[in-house]
């Protein structure tokens, strides 16, 4: 059971735009920043947005985040194949005095 | 280029422990904390902690107290993770990741790169 939750699954066809929620608490969201993660099979994730809203260099503007109270979205426009992934968001926790995870969210472009 | 380095596959039985490995650059040794997180097969990802391979300061998730060890080796910049008390459950990818400077509060870094990851499997 994962402290921050996503939808397990989300979907779109090439060209349109995905959101994918993280819902948190005021222990995390609501008092940190949040943090996207993109994974592909068999790899070691890649940060994708920190900070709630910021890009790391390289990663298209096609990806953006947004956060509101105690929770957050990654939204993901003009959706392409290579897109298709897990995403996962994070932030940290000052009740559990660490790290916390949502259980990840699998993208399929259809 | 930053990497960070982890050691091969693990296999172990229930009960037993596993030490993990992870090679850093001097840069990353010297100024970074460097997490331990696992992913067990299909699921999402667990935090265990965070060392200051220099300067030793250690930082454990309260899931872990008492089974987790980081340590780290200076003459080979090395991180080490070890776990013990191993159960099925242990079974993951164990990840380390480079997080923020250490002069930066770490709930305001985020973890990159990564390692390439360890599969340990806990099996009798």
């Known amino acids: 059971q994962s402290v921050l939750t996503q939808p397990p699954s989300a979907s779109g066809t090439p060209g349109q735009r995905v959101t994918i929620s993280c819902s948190g608490s005021s222990s995390n969201i609501g008092v940190n920043y949040i943090y996207w993660y993109q994974q592909f099979p068999g790899t070691a994730p890649k940060v994708l947005v920190y900070r709630n809203n910021q890009r790391p260099s390289g990663v298209p503007d096609r990806f953006s985040g947004s956060k509101s109270g105690t929770s957050a979205s990654l939204a993901i426009s003009g959706l392409r194949s290579e897109d298709e992934a897990d995403y996962y968001c994070a932030a940290w926790d000052d009740s559990l005095t660490g790290w916390v995870f949502g259980g990840g969210t699998k993208l399929t472009v259809l | ?124």
Not at chain 2, 46 to 55: K, R, T, Y
């Open chain 2, 1 to 124: 280029q930053v990497q960070l380095v982890q050691s091969g596959a693990e296999v172990k039985k229930p009960g037993a422990s596993v030490n993990v490995s992870c090679q850093a650059s001097v840069d990353t040794f010297t100024n970074y904390y460097v997490h331990w997180l696992r992913q067990a097969p299909g699921q999402g990802f667990e935090w265990l902690g965070f060392i200051n391979p220099s300067a030793g300061r250690i930082s454990y998730a309260q899931k872990f107290r008492g089974r987790v060890t980081m340590t780290s080796d200076t003459s080979t910049t090395t991180i080490y993770m070890q776990l013990s008390s191993l159960r099925s459950e242990d079974t993951a990818v164990y990840y380390c990741a480079r997080g923020g400077t250490t002069m930066m509060v770490v709930a305001w870094s985020w973890f990159d790169p990564w390692g390439q990851g360890t599969l340990v499997t806990v099996s009798s």
